[in-house]
């Protein structure tokens, strides 16, 4: 495991994680993955001083996307949030949240796109 900045990935797809952990790792980020909404919720809140930066999947079970933002800007409204989506763009509703508008990184994306992503919201770009 790499000691650089921490990254939570929440995704509800196994190979998502898999790859997206160990492009990160192998970048120099530390990583740690959630599989649903509920899961990144209490991963944010064990970690919650370390976390430079969250890769969410828009369409999480137990607490979707827009539902895991809206408590990750209430805890921390500058945290750096990635919204991955094969939806197109979805989070315009959300302009009543705090902080900076969300990053968006859509679904099928390169790897090259996601550790530059990365690098952008923790400020290693």
Do not use: C, F
Request: aromatic share 4%; charged share 20%; proline share 6%.
């Amino acid at each position: 495991m790499s000691t650089g900045p921490l990254v939570l990935v929440a995704d509800d797809e196994d190979s998502v994680l898999t790859i997206a952990q160990a492009i990160l790792e192998r970048s120099g980020y530390s990583v740690v993955v959630a599989r649903d909404g509920v899961e990144a919720l209490s991963l944010h809140l064990q970690n919650a001083a370390l976390v430079r930066a969250v890769v969410l999947d828009w369409t999480l079970p137990l607490v979707d996307g827009e539902g895991v933002l809206r408590e990750l800007r209430r805890r921390d409204a500058n945290l750096p949030v990635i919204v991955s989506t094969g939806y197109g763009h979805a989070t315009g509703g959300l302009a009543d949240l705090p902080g900076p508008e969300p990053l968006s990184l859509p679904k099928p994306y390169r790897l090259a796109e996601l550790v530059g992503i990365v690098a952008k919201a923790t400020g290693r770009a």
